[in-house]
């Protein structure tokens, strides 16, 4: 069973549409969630640590499902900018290593 | 914005032989990791670093690897033997200790192309 599954897409859509990715995790013992954006050939960037309450960052809002395992990221208004892969990730303890899912990529068009 | 800094960004080398990536982590953390993402598969652990010694390690931290931090500023990570399998782009990543947050910094990579 993959510990981070996601849906690899690609999602294409228009500039200005709202789009979800959804992502689940298989170790109930996962303590912390994140969401990095990862773009062609570049490093991992964080974008947002996901937290029990469910955050939002301007455009960017994620939410975190214990009971199911399952992680969320809500983009409104999409950019163009927002074209990458959204990496689902999350760690076992404090300072322990990421575990990364496979990533969603998303292609704004104008 | 401090960052994290990697050399060389690309790497060829033959077969057989020895590598050494190298990290400036963001100068006041004091975790430090090294990651490994294949082309087209998920990024991978490899292993992390506190308080000069190895603090996890992943099944693909074998022998042939190993890391170190010579000075105050550097993090490396060697691969003694290089195989075709090695091939890959290779992250290295720092955090903040206690109390601060958790979040891990990436650098832009290092491109390790095995012949």
């Known amino acids: 069973r993959k510990e981070v599954e996601q849906d690899p897409g690609p999602f294409n859509v228009p500039e200005g549409a709202t789009v979800a990715f959804n992502c689940t995790y298989s170790n109930s013992a996962s303590q912390s969630f994140f969401w990095y954006r990862q773009d062609c050939r570049k490093e991992p960037k964080l974008l947002m640590s996901?937290?029990?309450s469910g955050n939002e960052d301007g455009r960017f809002t994620a939410q975190l499902n214990r009971a199911s395992q399952y992680i969320s990221l809500l983009i409104r208004d999409s950019k163009l900018s927002d074209s990458a892969t959204y990496l689902c990730?999350?760690?076992?303890?404090?300072?322990?290593?990421?575990?990364f899912g496979k990533g969603t990529k998303l292609s704004v068009k104008p | 914005e401090p960052e994290v800094t990697q050399t060389p960004s690309h790497q060829v080398t033959q077969m057989g032989q020895e590598v050494i990536l190298r990290c400036v982590p963001i100068s006041n953390h004091l975790y430090f990791y090294w990651y490994r993402q294949i082309l087209g598969q998920k990024v991978e652990f490899l292993v992390s670093f506190y308080n000069n010694e190895i603090s996890e390690k992943s099944e693909i931290f074998d022998d042939q690897f190993s890391v170190e931090r010579p000075d105050g500023s550097n993090f490396t990570l060697k691969i003694r033997s290089t195989k075709l399998e090695d091939s890959a782009m290779y992250f290295c990543?720092?955090?903040?200790?206690?109390?601060?947050?958790?979040?891990?910094?990436f650098g832009p990579g290092t491109r390790l192309t095995v012949t």
């Open positions: 996901v937290y029990s």
């Open positions: 990730v999350v760690r076992l303890g404090s300072q322990g290593n990421l575990i």
């Open positions: 990543a720092s955090s903040e200790a206690f109390p601060g947050t958790y979040e891990q910094y």
